[in-house]
């Protein structure tokens, strides 16, 4: 059984009685992140140190409590939402930008970092981090590693797991390890390859040593409307078969085009079915090389048409208009569900027209805004709560968008994980063996099931070698009866 | 020394599970270019995945292609060359590719196109004990569970055998010229941090030689940006980068690979007489004539937070500190339960130090 009164004082002992929540409403602040998954917690610990997130995880272990590492919380998949008696560490509070080491193409920064804090700090250096998911200006470095994000420029750049070189990580034990290494290679198995992307089930990572790229000489945004949602999709494939691979290529509907217009005033062609936000970078000949290639790619697909960003004041107008995207949905409905799951870039045109056809067969709106190079949908469907029946119709809506997407081939999540939300679809894509395998992978940096559970895998999924261990833990598992609603489970 | 040639995955797990059972200790091989990393010894029998080297799917405009292991570097090469495209492993032409990927090695134009694990987005093995396991996913991107292959790559066959590799690819540069100039790392590594964009900057003992690669235009722009920098350099189209990889170094000599920070490569490689330095991104071939100077190499590195694996000859991987080493020996007792993958390579024996 959890004691949670002594967790409580011995966390406030150690990290100061303002750092840990126990009140009902501090707690209710943090019993769930932007996916649809309500949970809650015994407590919540705002630690300000690696040493303090040792003290934390000790502290969990003794007194019974399941641990919940949580960035900014702004993920889709209820990875960071806290189930049962759990103790919630939010790195917020760790916000330092150790040090920045061009001459290496590093930084070391603390977990709580925003991901455009980091950024604005390193361009003024001429200087940037590539991933640069839409929710930057609130998401953290720490939640970017464990979700392995993405964002419009991991295109050309990768996704997050190419651009962190070692992590500092709080075992589920207390001991504080170092993964990966400043060099280009490290020794042993790369174990913090798979610590990116894992959802905070391996521990909370407490310092991240991330790759820095130099600012590209000369960088081009282009916006093109088409006709059709089809021209648009089939001008993706087009571009991408030329042999050009723009920084970014981002993709959005009338629907999410007209919101988006009325809020941000970028510009963007409201006539058009959807229209195509490309970048491209490096050097001055390069860029004018690949915008002709691109411009002829469009051109071929009957493009409406074609605005050319002239400097980089129109340059950030277009880009406003694409990240404010989830802000200027507001005006559709009040409450919306946002999907995200990757498809082979070439079904993308079959995949859309699935989406629209669950979204009229179920009576929802749904517009599109996506990473449309990656194949990374993002539907997102606007409704509202209080209108009996709509979140039951949403539900059911979303199922069918991810059957759709695996059997288009595609996979479950491009950036925001699997978390709560999306645990019992694993099966879909992977047998019995496969999800065995990653409980052992799971089981081995965290035996007793500590970290973050019964995120990620469905719950019959265990490591035969470690099964009897976690049997045996302290650690209060919840039963399915305690899952949280909204859960689809 | 018996040898297991298998024809398909399944006869993989039924060799593998064979072993466990038996304790028939296997040594898996590809191209044989990294049989010396780790120095695998009682070894009982070789598995050769030759046999397995059929292309599953191609599709250019996904910029993915899904291979069989065994499958040599130079068929792929040709394979995607048809299509304006390549997989950068650069790689010499008889090395499998489950064995590029399994031995952790990169190209040397990774400034530009990046470590060579991060172009495998999906992959087949089998463990140890036989079982078939896939993780990741045929699209770009990806987070649906724990990213199995991610331990797979560089493991040197410790933990399971590769079957099967889902791959990231890219377009061929329209141009690529090579740009060879007298003078050392400290040239190279003010070019490297001047000239971003290069693909590559290796440095020896007495020249630097500079890829560069892309646009037509771009490739001008860049040749006038190092030839600022070194003004006596001569431009050649040459398929190979660097001119002679270590692979192709004569003698037997040991050679080890350095992997540090790149501001302090010179540091680690200067006192030495025989190295290819790649500038920008810290890692060098170096030969070691003697175990001494092996041995005050790997000081070298190691006091620069770096380590100093041997590729050629004997030495092994290093005595670099392991982190996280009950993970590791977990890892290898939940993937080859009976120890039977890779005898004697430095990771599978972590379980024996116990």
């Given at each position: 059984m959890a004691d949670v009164d002594a967790a409580r004082r011995e966390l406030e002992a150690a990290l100061g009685p303002d750092a840990v929540i126990a009140d009902p409403l501090g707690r209710r602040l943090y019993a769930r992140d932007a996916s649809m998954v309500e949970g809650g917690c015994a407590l919540v610990a705002l630690p300000t140190t690696a040493e303090q997130v040792q003290a934390c995880v000790r502290a969990a272990a003794t007194y019974g409590l399941p641990v919940v590492p949580r960035g900014s919380g702004t993920g889709l998949a209820g990875g960071a939402t806290p189930i049962g008696d759990s103790l919630v560490v939010a790195t917020a509070r760790m916000t330092r930008i150790v040090e920045v080491r061009p001459e290496d193409r590093l930084a070391w920064v603390e977990p709580g970092v925003p991901n455009l804090d980091l950024a604005n700090h390193l361009r003024t250096r001429g200087w940037t981090f590539a991933p640069d998911p839409s929710s930057q200006q609130t998401s953290s470095i720490g939640g970017n590693v464990n979700t392995n994000a993405g964002g419009?420029?991991?295109?050309?750049?990768?996704?997050?797991s190419a651009h962190v070189l070692a992590v500092d990580m709080v075992m589920a034990d207390g001991s504080l390890e170092r993964f990966g290494a400043e060099g280009p290679e490290a020794p042993g198995y790369d174990l913090r390859g798979v610590i990116v992307g894992s959802e905070g089930t391996l521990g909370v990572v407490t310092r991240v040593c991330v790759r820095i790229l130099p600012v590209p000489p000369a960088v081009r945004t282009m916006l093109f409307g088409f006709d059709s949602v089809d021209a648009c999709a089939a001008t993706v494939s087009a571009i991408i078969a030329g042999g050009v691979v723009p920084a970014a290529l981002e993709m959005m509907d009338r629907g999410i085009v007209r919101a988006v217009e009325n809020f941000a005033?970028?510009?963007?062609?409201?006539?058009?079915a959807a229209v195509l936000l490309v970048e491209v970078d490096g050097t001055e000949a390069g860029v004018t090389e690949q915008t002709r290639r691109v411009e002829e790619a469009a051109a071929d697909h009957g493009v409406s048409s074609v605005r050319i960003a002239a400097d980089e004041t129109e340059r950030a107008g277009l880009w406003k208009g694409r990240k404010s995207a989830f802000g200027a949905i507001a005006q559709i409905a009040p409450h919306y569900h946002l999907h995200d799951c990757v498809v082979p870039r070439t079904k993308l045109v079959e995949v859309m027209r699935g989406v629209y056809a669950i979204a009229e067969h179920h009576g929802l709106i749904v517009t599109n805004v996506f990473h449309a190079g990656d194949g990374n949908l993002h539907p997102l469907f606007s409704f509202d709560r209080s209108v009996p029946g709509t979140l039951e119709r949403v539900l059911r809506a979303s199922d069918e968008v991810v059957r759709l997407c695996v059997d288009a081939g595609g996979a479950l999540s491009g950036e925001h994980g699997i978390g709560l939300e999306k645990r019992d679809f694993m099966p879909l894509v992977f047998t019995d063996e496969d999800l065995e395998a990653q409980a052992c992978l799971r089981s081995s940096f965290d035996p007793d099931g500590r970290m973050n559970p019964r995120k990620v895998l469905p719950d019959g999924a265990r490591c035969g070698e470690f099964a009897v261990a976690a049997a045996g833990s302290g650690v209060a598992a919840a039963d399915a009866a305690d899952l949280p609603e909204g859960s689809w489970i | 020394m018996d040898l297991i040639h298998p024809r398909t995955a399944a006869d993989v797990a039924d060799a593998l599970r064979e072993a466990s059972t038996s304790g028939r200790r296997v040594l898996v091989v590809g191209g044989r270019r990294h049989i010396d990393k780790g120095n695998p010894s009682g070894v009982d029998a070789e598995l050769w995945t030759t046999q397995l080297d059929g292309v599953v799917a191609y599709e250019p405009a996904e910029m993915l292609t899904v291979v069989q292991a065994g499958m040599r570097c130079d068929a792929l090469g040709a394979m995607l060359a048809e299509h304006g495209q390549e997989w950068p492993a650069d790689a010499p032409p008889e090395a499998t590719v489950g064995g590029v990927i399994a031995s952790g090695s990169s190209s040397a134009r990774r400034m530009r196109v990046g470590p060579l694990r991060d172009t495998v987005v999906e992959m087949e093995f089998v463990t140890g004990d036989g079982r078939l396991v896939r993780s990741g996913a045929r699209t770009v991107k990806n987070v649906t569970g724990y990213d199995l292959h991610r331990l797979a790559a560089g493991s040197l066959g410790t933990l399971g055998v590769i079957t099967q590799v889902a791959l990231k690819v890219r377009p061929l540069p329209e141009r690529r010229l090579t740009l060879t100039a007298p003078g050392d790392l400290p040239l190279a590594t003010a070019i490297a941090s001047e000239v971003t964009l290069a693909a590559g900057v290796v440095a020896t003992t007495d020249a630097v030689e500079v890829r560069l690669e892309g646009w037509a235009g771009e490739v001008d722009e860049l040749a006038a940006a190092v030839t600022r920098l070194a003004p006596a350099s001569t431009p050649e189209d040459l398929p190979s980068f660097p001119r002679a990889p270590w692979w192709t170094w004569p003698g037997d000599a040991t050679i080890a690979e350095v992997a540090v920070a790149p501001s302090r490569l010179v540091g680690v490689v200067s006192a030495t007489t025989t190295y290819a330095a790649l500038a920008g991104v810290g890692l060098a071939w170096v030969v070691a004539a003697n175990e001494d100077e092996l041995g005050e190499l790997r000081r070298r590195a190691e006091r620069a937070g770096g380590i100093a694996p041997v590729?050629?000859?004997?030495?092994?991987?290093?005595?670099a500190d392991v982190r996280g080493a009950d993970v590791l020996r977990r890892l290898k007792r939940s993937f080859d339960p009976a120890h039977v993958l890779a005898p004697g390579r430095s990771l599978a024996d972590l379980p024996q130090t116990r």
């Open positions: 419009p420029h991991c295109l050309a750049y990768g996704v997050t005033h970028a510009g963007y062609p409201v006539d058009a | 590729v050629r000859g004997p030495g092994g991987l290093g005595s």
